[in-house]
């Protein structure tokens, strides 16, 4: 990722929104290259490799969730979609197709350059992430000791609850869909089974939390899935 004046890819078709993007962007220190339809923009997408792409679902040519999914047999970079589409259910087949988060339209200048800071910040630390710690607030994760404390004491974990908890640092501070934890928790099978995903993020929440049903670090994303917070 560029260190000063990231490359953001804008694939939308709405002139007035590009417009809106464009001055939004390039005032707040971001290089802006821009695609009309999702053929061109996968293109420039390959050509030109952006540091994050800003992805409308709704393209002339192709779906958003088609360029999403075409991106993500090759591209790691960072996708938020940006989308009138507002029901549950679009935000669920987005993310699960591979976009690392959602922003519905009409949304404020402030909301998309901290969504865009967060997403860079992620794709930034992931490589480092694996090898090294994960820390937020009193929650200490040591991946390559695989030791986990809170307020300095450890915390012992069952195989499932540590693997739960290091898909969640994969992905720490996106939404991870139900589906996406499943799959990379429990294996292909078991997409549907929410009910263990559940139970075992309740028992993940007494031993890390210390109010379980306020949660400071595992966020319910109600209807979607979940969250770990990487900041406090």
Not at 168 to 194: C, F, M, Y
Request: no cysteine; glycine share 8%; net charge neutral.
């Amino acid at each position: 990722m560029s260190q000063t004046n990231p490359l953001i890819l804008l694939i939308e078709d709405e002139v007035q929104m590009r417009r809106f993007l464009r001055a939004s962007l390039v005032s707040n220190g971001y290089q802006l290259i821009e695609a009309e339809t999702g053929q061109d923009g996968l293109a420039q997408a390959a050509a030109r490799a952006p540091d994050l792409i800003l992805l409308d679902l709704g393209l002339p040519d192709l779906d958003g969730l088609a360029v999403t999914e075409q991106l993500r047999q090759w591209a790691s970079m960072p996708i938020i979609v940006i989308s009138a589409r507002d029901r549950e259910e679009h935000k669920i087949k987005a993310l699960d197709a591979g976009a690392d988060d959602f922003i519905t339209k009409p949304f404020g200048v402030g909301e998309l350059l901290a969504r865009i800071r967060v997403a860079l910040r992620h794709a930034a630390t992931l490589g480092a992430t694996a090898s090294t710690q994960f820390s937020v607030g009193d929650l200490m994760v040591d991946l390559g000791r695989r030791q986990v404390t809170v307020r300095g004491q450890e915390v012992h974990l069952t195989p499932i609850e540590y693997k739960l908890l290091t898909t969640l640092i994969k992905h720490a501070g996106q939404v991870v869909t139900h589906r996406q934890l499943l799959r990379e928790v429990w294996g292909p099978n078991s997409s549907d089974q929410t009910q263990y995903l559940r139970v075992y993020m309740g028992q993940l929440r007494h031993k890390l939390e210390q109010n379980p049903s306020r949660p400071a670090y595992l966020v319910t994303e109600p209807g979607v899935g979940y969250r770990l917070r990487d900041e406090r």
